[in-house]
């Protein structure tokens, strides 16, 4: 059976907002706003097709930006997809969602909608801007009308993580289909997430009791254990057990970087992950994905290079968030900062 492949693909920097922990705009890395044109776009669709073909995978997008819906061809995109029968998500804003335009989407064969909830609403505004909340709660109902599944992101860090449990309670409100949360990864200005171990341990406690306790009661609300220190977690307290027959070296689980994801940018460059700032590995224009994959995104293959990871029982199904030390430190293969478990190296 195939499997499939995601391409993060971002057709343009456009965007309503400036989010404060957004990678286009941190470290001043974004000049001026960059969006691909329509040959681009097509060029870059059929290489993604082409990459699939060769390692028999199947492809999915999830297109993203900016806000993609932004993008002056963004429609003309969506028609290639469904000529193709290419499943994609959209990752965007609420601002440019009505019924009509989520009826669209969903017509050209849009799977799911991620929207962003970083806070109740004074914190989520002050990240995004103002009345942002309250319009990204309302939309969920657009999308779920359409037939799409809604889906809200929420990027944690030590300014927000205690306001989680709450944003849980917004999002189940709201009917969202699924629900997840991931660390912000520190940029150059920034180099702590600003949450010390055992206190992200403690969260992870506290929504999986929240979790359970909405699933009992029939919460419709998906809720998906994103953050691969969920692995680790849930081996601690016997929800994940080693399996008694495995392939050594065999990866099973854990971060998709180099192994069943790339993202691609308006520029046409390539990242083994968006989320790692110094990833590029390309450019989609000048050399052709296939390759790129081959060769250089092998560094991001040498497992037994994770300085922590390496030594620890779960390597094959966890390695925590290489994207979040790689922003502390700079290095891929640090320890996360936030695993709290002792390993001896």
Same mark, same amino acid.
């Given at each position: ?20 922990? $957004? ?44 806000? !993609?819906? &932004?993008? !002056?061809?963004?429609?003309?995109? &969506? ?35 991620? &929207? ?48 989680? !449990? ?37 969260? &992870? ?49 854990? $971060? ?5 994801? =790339? ?51 779960? =390597?094959?199904?966890?390695?925590? $968030? !290489? ?23």
């Amino acid at each position: 059976m195939q499997q499939y492949f995601a391409f993060q693909w971002h057709i343009t920097d456009e965007c309503d907002q400036r989010c404060k922990h $957004c990678y286009i705009f941190s470290e001043d890395t974004c000049k001026k706003l960059d969006a691909m044109t329509w040959q681009q776009m097509q060029h870059t669709f059929h290489q993604c097709l082409e990459f699939c073909q060769v390692f028999h995978r199947l492809p999915y997008f999830y297109i993203t930006g900016g806000d !993609p819906i &932004l993008h !002056p061809d963004f429609w003309k995109l &969506l028609s290639l997809m469904k000529e193709h029968h290419v499943p994609f998500t959209i990752l965007g804003n609420p601002f440019h969602l009505t019924d009509e335009v989520c009826r669209r989407l969903k017509e050209y064969g849009c799977e799911k909608y991620q &929207l962003s909830l970083d806070g109740i609403r004074e914190t989520h505004d002050w990240f995004r801007k103002p009345g942002s909340f309250d319009i990204t709660l309302e939309k969920i109902g657009c999308i779920n009308r359409a037939g799409i599944r809604s889906v809200v992101m929420t990027t944690v860090s030590g300014t927000n993580i205690d306001e989680i !449990p709450d944003i849980i309670d917004a999002v189940v409100k709201a009917k969202a289909r699924v629900f997840a949360f991931a660390r912000y990864c520190p940029t150059s200005e920034e180099k702590d997430v600003g949450i010390a171990p055992l206190r992200y341990r403690q969260l &992870l406690a506290d929504c999986d009791k929240k979790f359970k306790a909405y699933q009992a009661a029939g919460c419709q609300t998906y809720f998906n254990k994103k953050d691969h220190l969920w692995t680790l977690y849930e081996y601690e307290t016997g929800a994940f057990t080693l399996p008694e027959h495995t392939q050594e070296g065999m990866i099973y689980g854990g $971060c998709n970087c180099g192994n069943c994801h =790339l993202t691609i940018l308006p520029t046409g460059d390539v990242y083994a992950c968006r989320r790692v700032q110094n990833s590029k590995v390309g450019n989609v224009f000048e050399d052709r994905l296939t390759d790129l994959w081959l060769s250089p995104m092998e560094d991001y293959r040498e497992y037994t290079r994770f300085e922590k990871c390496a030594h620890c029982e779960l =390597l094959a199904w966890c390695r925590g $968030c !290489p994207a979040v030390a790689s922003g502390q430190s700079g290095n891929f293969y640090a320890a996360d900062p936030q695993c709290w478990k002792e390993v001896a190296v």
